[in-house]
């Protein structure tokens, strides 16, 4: 059965790359793919003498945002008559809610040298299908601006399509929120997550409490540095800034325009410390507190008492009217509960209410918030802690931490959005080059997010039903410019706004970047900063097919490139060798290679260094895999030579949540080693920790193993990376490595009571 599966999924991959090869569409730098999309012949020149029609109001209202592009980006505006009769040299755009051919936000777009036809059904279909056609103008000022001759049948795949912006670890102003709400639009992005409270400051003005304006705004100082960094560097700069709420309205409305909900979050109980600086009554010690000045979880919380309720009340009671979407969020996650354990008053209210944990007890405060939340005409949605301790009868589940949240939600009849850190966390290092910004930690480079599927294999097709989408979510504790905040969406926006909107079969990897690399264009019009990591030399690394050590794969998205390397760490140039094919390595080597377009570099130089050794390339079998945020390359990760890198923006990193590493590795035949080695990852602020114990066995027949040496944590330096076991002067084939995993994190730690993260990357026989 294995052999025939490869063949299949060789035989399906050798049909995509044909499609790929005969699909003319792929000529359009359209980002999201449409549904369907026939070429025609010639083009639509637009004169000022290109009138608009339009048959209704709302697509008046598109028109006008169409136009006003034309203006700011052309310089002349087209006149806009309401008509229902189509006419020669003339945009007519058709709003039609009964055309039963298009689904909801679908439309049809024709385009021929005479006139440009657009059919929108019910919801944004108009505005979505005048995205497409501002995406197939010329990108820059020319004479007279031209259509392509085209038709298009399109609509979304999901109701939710969205991204997230944190505006509480870093203040952005309402300019910028508006250039991020383009940007959402222009790949007909429908949500827009405003995280406006935190531990690090409140963004949003509550009239009927000004304190949080005046103290809950502001910090006294920001860390410097990435947090965890020992010792820890601040600077003393007041920072922050809030949202007045006639700002918010006109964001609001600004969003509405172009057919974008703004869902709020206000969070609750935990991340509160800005809200308790401000008002310290509502917490279980009373204070005082600051407002947080590094990153994060602090065990200060709102506590669950009736004054509290009141002020949280009143205000969502104030968010509420300046919302006008269905949903508010309220949070949910990284909530502590060491406060509410010591809390006399949460104690006798547990008792009261017959709940058995503080679990429970954060469930009784979430469906309090809902009931109230309802009485508005709302509804909550949060992240997939609030499953903890019983989910609220009609929320909604925001899946963050993988897919098990959103598949037991779904289970549970649930509405869920996902968004798994491993492919929807924008934070994250979009490329393993060592001068990236610096970033929060994790590797999410281009294709992984293209290759995102929010739906979960194990789920029915009815319990598929309540996946409503996903979005991609920005959170900025380093990312304190807009310059770099467009750096870090962009373009994995446009990888998630296809998944999301084109059908599975439509999707083409290679298509998409080739639509992208000519997307660029506009980007660069639009003074719009992005990475260019899709020109990045990729690599993988393969076992050397019975020799001694590994082989190495190079290759790059930039499909018009030449690939030239060197292996011996000299830096490539045009006489280098061209890369051909898979590259065998057989010692310790340092391998450089960058893409060449002609005569002229483009992207970044690949340099990476390979340490071999007796475990490098072989055979690796895992008691328990990792965790499947952190499991690519498997096993083989642990012994292709490839020590990961630091801050971790690398994809070898294997790694276990409350579980051990155990792996079993056969050299092939005994050699001669005297130590063992493993690269571990301490970064409790993402809550990694060191292993509480490492053990080394060794076994003559692969099944019946002997312990060779352990070592316990007082053994392991903080700060480590390489810990190493000197074995002496040992021979077999067949060796063991345990690391034991710490547990659950300790009391006074970000995540405390969660489990902890191991984190390897190789291991060494030497």
């Not at 949070?331 to 429970?360: F, N």
């Not at 897919?403 to 929807?424: F, L, N, R, W």
Request: proline share 5%; hydrophobic share 35%.
């Amino acid at each position: 059965m294995k052999s025939v599966s490869s063949w299949l999924v060789l035989f399906f991959v050798l049909i995509s790359m044909d499609n790929f090869a005969q699909d003319k569409t792929d000529n359009y730098a359209l980002i999201p793919k449409p549904v369907s999309l026939t070429p025609g012949t010639g083009n639509f020149q637009l004169t000022t003498a290109t009138g608009i029609l339009v048959n209704s109001e709302q697509a008046r209202k598109d028109a006008n945002l169409f136009n006003a592009y034309l203006l700011e980006h052309y310089g002349f505006l087209l006149s806009v008559t309401q008509s229902s009769k189509e006419k020669k040299q003339c945009i007519s755009i058709f709003r039609d809610t009964t055309d039963t051919k298009l689904v909801a936000d679908g439309y049809r777009l024709n385009v021929t040298p005479d006139k440009i036809t657009l059919h929108g059904g019910e919801g944004a279909g108009v505005f979505y299908g005048l995205q497409t056609l501002l995406q197939l103008l010329p990108a820059g000022q020319v004479k007279t601006p031209y259509i392509p001759c085209l038709t298009i049948e399109d609509h979304p795949g999901f109701s939710w399509r969205g991204m997230h912006l944190d505006v509480c670890r870093h203040f952005f102003s309402k300019d910028f929120v508006k250039k991020y709400i383009d940007q959402l639009a222009r790949y007909k992005m429908n949500t827009f997550h405003w995280h406006l409270t935190d531990d690090q400051g409140w963004r949003i003005e509550i009239r009927k409490y000004p304190k949080l304006q005046e103290i809950a705004a502001f910090r006294k100082g920001t860390l410097i540095g990435h947090y965890g960094e020992i010792p820890e560097r601040y600077d003393t700069i007041r920072y922050g800034g809030f949202y007045t709420q006639n700002e918010i309205r006109e964001i609001v409305a600004y969003a509405a325009q172009r057919h974008i909900t703004i869902v709020p979050e206000i969070e609750m109980p935990g991340h509160a410390l800005a809200a308790l600086a401000a008002y310290p009554q509502y917490s279980c010690t009373g204070g005082p507190f600051e407002v947080g000045k590094t990153w994060g979880v602090f065990q200060d919380v709102f506590c669950p008492k009736e004054e509290t309720f009141e002020f949280l009340q009143n205000v969502l009671s104030e968010v509420c009217e300046l919302f006008p979407g269905q949903y508010i969020h309220i949070g949910g996650d990284e909530c502590p509960k060491d406060r509410w354990k010591s809390c006399e008053h949460c104690q006798q209210l547990m008792a009261q209410q017959g709940l058995k944990t503080e679990h429970e007890l954060q469930s009784y405060f979430v469906q309090r918030m809902e009931k109230f939340l309802s009485t508005k005409g709302k509804k909550i949605i949060g992240w997939d802690e609030i499953l903890e301790g019983g989910l609220a009868p009609d929320a909604t589940v925001m899946s963050w931490r993988g897919y098990s949240g959103g598949i037991e939600a779904a289970k549970q009849q649930h509405d869920v959005v996902m968004t798994p850190t491993g492919t929807c966390y924008f934070d994250y290092y979009q490329s393993r080059d060592a001068n990236e910004p610096l970033a929060i930690g994790g590797y999410l480079p281009l294709d992984r997010v293209y290759g995102f599927n929010p739906y979960p294999d194990v789920l029915t097709e009815e319990e598929r039903k309540h996946i409503l989408g996903a979005q991609g979510n920005l959170w900025t504790e380093y990312i304190p410019t807009p310059e770099q905040a467009e750096y870090m969406v962009n373009p994995r926006m446009a990888a998630l706004a296809e998944v999301l909107w084109t059908p599975v079969a439509n999707r083409n990897y290679k298509s998409f970047t080739h639509r992208l690399i000519g997307h660029f264009k506009l980007l660069d019009y639009l003074k719009i900063n992005y990475s260019k990591a899709v020109f990045d030399v990729n690599y993988f690394v393969y076992p050397n097919g019975g020799a001694e050590g590994v082989s190495l794969e190079l290759s790059s998205s930039f499909e018009g490139g030449v690939i030239h390397y060197t292996d011996d760490g000299s830096v490539p140039g045009l006489r280098s060798p061209v890369y051909t094919g898979r590259i065998p390595l057989g010692q310790s080597t340092v391998v450089k290679a960058a893409v060449f377009d002609g005569q002229f570099k483009r992207g970044r130089d690949f340099s990476q260094m390979f340490r071999l050794n007796f475990a490098s390339g072989k055979e690796v079998l895992l008691k328990d895999l990792p965790h499947e945020e952190y499991c690519r390359g498997g096993g083989f990760s642990l012994v292709n030579g490839v020590i990961g890198n630091l801050p971790w923006n690398g994809s070898d990193w294997l790694g276990w949540s409350g579980k051990n590493m155990d792996a079993s590795i056969d050299l092939g035949k005994p050699v001669t080693f005297t130590k063992v080695s493993l690269d571990v990852l301490q970064d409790e602020s993402s809550w990694i920790y060191l292993p509480r114990s490492l053990e080394v066995f060794v076994s003559e027949d692969g099944m019946n193993y002997t312990s060779l040496k352990k070592v316990s944590d007082s053994e392991i330096v903080s700060g480590q990376r390489l810990i190493t076991l000197k074995v002496g002067r040992t021979v077999a084939r067949y060796i063991r490595v345990v690391a034991e995993n710490l547990g659950n994190i300790p009391a006074g730690k970000a995540g405390e009571g969660n489990p902890a993260w191991l984190f390897v990357d190789e291991i060494l026989v030497e």
